[in-house]
């Protein structure tokens, strides 16, 4: 099966300018890409399917999954 998602993918920056998106897939995973080049950096398995797009308040990652279940992931 392949991965896809349902949701949008959202742009954070670091302090230094850096952009990066992070996108939530139908296998659970939340993945997080270089904004210059689409470079895969880090995925995180979430084990649900993540069908909302992400939200970031401060620092921390919001976003809904399946099930009715929500996850808060502080970003550093």
Avoid: C, Q
């Amino acid at each position: 099966m392949e991965h896809f998602a349902w949701s949008s993918p959202i742009a954070v920056y670091d302090s230094e300018g850096r952009g990066y998106l992070i996108l939530g897939d139908n296998d659970g995973f939340l993945t997080l890409l270089d904004g210059l080049t689409g470079t895969v950096l880090h995925s995180l398995p979430l084990l649900y399917n993540i069908e909302a797009s992400p939200a970031l308040f401060g620092n921390t990652l919001v976003l809904g999954v399946r099930g009715t279940k929500i996850h808060g992931i502080e970003l550093e």
